[in-house]
């Protein structure tokens, strides 16, 4: 794919780092940036290379600022329902990637922008950053998964407070509301803080992170008894993997874990 929208930075610690680009438009997505995400996530699943991604927005004013509504405002009835199942599965395929996605948000994260966010595993942000859902403003509705995400995030009232009104609110407010775990000043320390965090994320056994997320994952689908039937299957799982050998040996070794991923 030779892509336009999309800056990449990977590290030999397996540390990703994901901009998506196009400035011009506050990094809106549109279908050549939602393509190009799309191939990303679907052509890297399972690369073991990647123990977790950085997804930021380029520029100082925007993480993304929404779905494209130039690009929206023409679609018929079934152009729409394709368009939102598209975005729909692109962020689902994010949510369930093996390796964590750790969105930095450095500004606007509208619509499209907030559900994209929102698919991933932790939020971080810096103090300018802005998040809202302004569909209802436009004459439209969440469509990439907002008002089902939001609400198992925040709660009813929380999400519906949000989704009715087209409110943007701040990082202080993201962060009160349990969206957000931790706010930087300005951008160049929410990047490093970001990276600093998925430094440790990628020190992990990569096994036992993917399926812990895959653990939590699930949680929202299931009864506590089958989840907890599915975390005991996936702990037992892990007991026959070699990291799991080095990481208890290293302990009583008293040194560092080296894991391979297998
Ligand atoms: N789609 C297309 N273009 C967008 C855009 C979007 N979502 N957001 C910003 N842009 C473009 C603007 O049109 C403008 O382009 P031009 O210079 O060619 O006019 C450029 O980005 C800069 O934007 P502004 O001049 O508007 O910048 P601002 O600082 O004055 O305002 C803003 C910033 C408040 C974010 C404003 O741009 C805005 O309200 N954007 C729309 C946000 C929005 O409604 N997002 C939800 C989209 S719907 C959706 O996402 C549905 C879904 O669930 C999938």
């Not at 993480?63 to 023409?74: L, T």
């Amino acid at each position: 794919m030779d892509y336009k929208h999309l800056k990449f930075e990977k590290r030999n610690d397996g540390v990703m780092i994901l901009k998506i680009s196009r400035v011009e438009a506050l990094n809106a997505l549109n279908k050549s940036v939602l393509n190009e995400l799309s191939y990303f996530f679907n052509s890297t699943m399972n690369d073991c290379s990647i123990r977790v991604v950085v997804l930021t927005g380029d520029g100082e004013k925007s993480f993304v600022a929404g779905a494209d509504i130039k690009e929206m405002y023409n679609l018929n009835l079934s152009e729409s329902v394709s368009f939102a199942k598209y975005g729909q599965k692109l962020l689902l395929s994010m949510y369930n990637y093996h390796a964590p996605i750790v969105a930095a948000v450095n500004g606007y994260a509208l619509g499209g922008g907030f559900e994209m966010a929102l698919c991933c595993d932790v939020i971080f942000a810096s103090k300018n950053a802005r998040f809202g859902f302004p569909e209802v403003t436009l004459g439209i509705i969440p469509g990439f998964g907002g008002t089902q995400v939001l609400r198992r995030l925040v709660g009813e009232k929380n999400a519906k407070y949000l989704i009715l009104s087209g409110e943007i609110i701040s990082a202080e407010d993201a962060y009160r509301m349990n969206i957000l775990s931790k706010i930087y000043e300005n951008q160049a320390d929410l990047v490093a803080g970001a990276i600093n965090y998925a430094e440790k994320i990628a020190k992990n056994s990569p096994k036992s992170v993917e399926l812990a997320k895959r653990a939590i994952n699930v949680s929202f689908d299931l009864s506590l008894e089958r989840g907890l039937e599915y975390e005991s299957s996936l702990f037992g799982v892990l007991f026959t993997t070699d990291d799991q050998k080095e990481g208890m040996r290293a302990f009583v070794e008293k040194r560092k874990a080296e894991f391979k991923g297998n």
